[in-house]
């Protein structure tokens, strides 16, 4: 199994950036993909953002294209997910998954159920 931490979350206002970050641990993530998802109050979990295996592809959710960035870094088992130009609309609880499934998978993918592992969640509030 892996167990995966996220962090760097917090209450910032419109306009600024937060850099997330899924620490895993128990097994190396190296060989998989790894997405972020995020929900809101009284909203369905959502995609946001997905990456190869080897930092390869990247899938981005149209809400967050050309703002949110996804990247990792294999050598520290970690995977972030950097945000910028926040809007109140961003405001939800932050998933970081696993998709232990598969190895070498060079795609990206954006359906939950193909995800293994999840973080806790961490909160991002946007103010106006």
């Known amino acids: 199994q892996v167990q995966l931490v996220e962090s760097g979350g917090g209450l910032v206002q419109a306009g600024d950036s937060l850099r997330l970050s899924c620490a895993a641990s128990g097994r190396t993530i190296s060989r998989n993909g790894m997405g972020w998802f995020r929900q809101a109050p009284g909203k369905e979990r959502e995609f946001v953002a997905s990456?190869?295996?080897?930092?390869?592809?990247?899938k981005y959710a149209d809400s967050v294209k050309g703002r949110f960035n996804i990247s990792r870094d294999n050598a520290k088992n970690t995977v972030y997910l950097q945000m910028n130009s926040l809007k109140p609309e961003d405001t939800a609880v932050y998933y970081c998954?696993?998709?232990?499934?598969?190895?070498?998978?060079?795609?990206?993918?954006?359906?939950?159920?193909?995800?293994?592992?999840w973080g806790q969640g961490t909160q991002v509030t946007v103010s106006s």
């Open positions: 990456i190869s295996w080897n930092g390869g592809s990247t």
């Open positions: 998954a696993a998709d232990l499934s598969r190895r070498y998978y060079s795609g990206t993918s954006y359906r939950a159920n193909e995800y293994d592992y």
